[in-house]
């Protein structure tokens, strides 16, 4: 996370740091590392998610379903249930 804290800023800061040279203005570089940081927590999100977990290999989003506590209740492939209603 911290390399796309630090890329997105100075690359789009550089970008408007050549536009601001080329143009002869100062104010494109702030709108660069402003962009970079907007697009670098956007890119964050995106790959590291909203706090849910990435499906597994066996495309199970929540496996830790699968190890639950028999005596809570009882995973089957159906779905869950209770104990209760499995018996």
Same mark, same amino acid.
């Given at each position: 996370? %911290?390399? #796309? @804290?630090? &890329? $997105? *800023? =100075?690359?789009?800061?550089?970008? $408007?740091?050549? =536009?601001?040279?080329? @143009?002869?203005?100062?104010?494109? /570089?702030?709108?660069?590392? @402003? !962009?970079? /940081?907007? =697009?670098?927590? #956007?890119?964050?999100? =995106?790959?590291?998610?909203?706090? %849910? +977990? &990435? +499906? %597994?290999?066996?495309?199970? +989003?929540? *496996?830790?379903?699968?190890?639950?506590? *028999?005596?809570? !209740?009882? /995973?089957?492939? &159906?779905?869950? %249930?209770?104990?209760?209603? !499995?018996?």
């Amino acid at each position: 996370m %911290t390399a #796309y @804290l630090l &890329a $997105g *800023p =100075l690359t789009f800061g550089g970008i $408007g740091y050549g =536009l601001d040279r080329w @143009l002869g203005t100062t104010w494109i /570089v702030a709108v660069g590392i @402003l !962009s970079g /940081v907007a =697009l670098a927590i #956007y890119v964050i999100w =995106l790959r590291y998610g909203d706090g %849910t +977990p &990435a +499906p %597994t290999a066996s495309g199970d +989003p929540c *496996p830790e379903r699968h190890n639950a506590d *028999p005596a809570s !209740s009882e /995973v089957v492939s &159906a779905g869950i %249930t209770t104990n209760e209603e !499995s018996q």
